[in-house]
């Protein structure tokens, strides 16, 4: 193999350049890298940091969609829906399970996001008001989570890779049922078609905003695309999020709430694509740092599951303790 690197007077590790050239040569050769691999500090901080934001996000991304499930419509909406979110909670622990193969504990993480130090998307801090909210939930916050995780299946680091497999093929069953709700509001009296136009009108600029800051002011867009963390930049998954996302609305005879929407036959190589009007990037950021409508509720909700699971984390663990000193009785 090759030298890692060597730990300094301070304690930290000097990587050397010989190491760093060698771990990009695996990178480049599409080689998957595995907990046990030697890797650079930063690409090691780069995933906990991102996988982290991750899990944290499908956790609060329960709680939007968690406030209809009593007031779902039908027996079946509920089913589905009730599926869903258990769904979004079990990606949140294989995300969870993921980041712990680089050396931080689940408990460190839940810790830091109780704290309101950790991020997670910013679209989980806006409120859900009506029915159509869900099914507008389902069509454009998954299918801006599919269109941003599909290339993560082809991550260079196994464990996130491998868990995007299973994460994807249920969150494209989540973008149908958002979608088939639309379809059915779009479909009923002028009332639902109305509530469905009010869904998108709140939900379709918080989605664009989920693929996070323009390239030019991504601080970690050109170092992970170097590493195959990301696949694709921000700018491109957004522009292929509208462009497969628009001719879906006209579908449902609704209008996109942006006056600037209009298809350029020159976009992408030539192949064509939608220009769109200015994203509001100051209401991006003012939600990323705590101040959007629900980040409070967001965090008291959290910190309150925390709370009252507590009995439930004891009990488990002494559970553990209960099988291990029976074990070693037994040796
Ligand atoms: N919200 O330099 P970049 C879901 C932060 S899961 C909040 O571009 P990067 C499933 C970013 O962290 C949705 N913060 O960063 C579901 C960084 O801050 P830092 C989550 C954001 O990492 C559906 C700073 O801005 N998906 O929806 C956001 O290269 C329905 C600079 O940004 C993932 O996490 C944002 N939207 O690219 C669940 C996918 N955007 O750390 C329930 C994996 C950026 O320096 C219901 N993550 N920031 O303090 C990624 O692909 C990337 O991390 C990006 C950001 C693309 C999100």
Not at 26 to 54: C, F, N, S, W
Not at 234 to 251: G, M, S
Not at 260 to 280: A, S, T
Request: with cysteine.
């Amino acid at each position: 193999m090759y030298s890692q690197g060597l730990i300094g007077a301070d304690g930290r590790t000097e990587e050397s350049p010989e190491f760093l050239e060698a771990f990009q040569r695996r990178i480049d050769a599409e080689e998957k890298i595995e907990p046990k691999d030697p890797m650079p500090a930063g690409y090691r901080r780069t995933l906990v940091r991102q996988i982290g934001q991750h899990a944290h996000s499908e956790i609060v991304g329960m709680l939007p969609e968690g406030n209809w499930i009593t007031r779902a419509p039908t027996l079946k909406r509920k089913a589905a829906l009730l599926a869903k979110v258990q769904d979004e909670g079990g990606h949140g622990l294989y995300l969870y399970a993921a980041a712990e193969t680089l050396g931080v504990s689940r408990e460190e993480m839940t810790e830091e996001l109780l704290a309101g130090k950790a991020k997670y998307s910013s679209i989980f801090n806006y409120p859900t008001l009506s029915w159509a909210d869900i099914g507008a939930i389902g069509w454009l916050v998954d299918g801006a989570a599919i269109m941003n995780q599909i290339p993560l299946c082809r991550c260079s680091y196994g464990p996130y890779s491998r868990a995007m497999i299973r994460i994807c093929k249920e969150e494209s069953f989540h973008q149908r049922q958002g979608y088939e709700i639309m379809l059915t509001l779009c479909r009923g009296t002028p009332e639902q078609k109305a509530m469905a136009q009010d869904a998108l009108n709140r939900w379709w600029w918080p989605s664009l905003m989920m693929f996070g800051p323009h390239d030019k002011d991504s601080a970690h867009t050109e170092q992970s695309m170097k590493w195959k963390i990301k696949r694709f930049t921000n700018d491109q998954l957004r522009q292929k999020f509208i462009d497969a996302t628009v001719p879906q609305a006209e579908f449902l005879g609704l209008t996109i709430p942006d006056p600037e929407l209009r298809w350029n036959p020159d976009k992408n190589d030539g192949r064509g694509g939608y220009d769109h009007g200015p994203i509001d990037w100051d209401e991006f950021w003012r939600v990323v740092k705590g101040h959007g409508r629900m980040n409070r509720d967001r965090l008291a909700a959290r910190r309150k599951a925390h709370d009252e699971g507590a009995w439930v984390r004891e009990a488990a663990l002494a559970h553990a303790r209960k099988r291990k000193a029976r074990a070693m009785a037994a040796e």
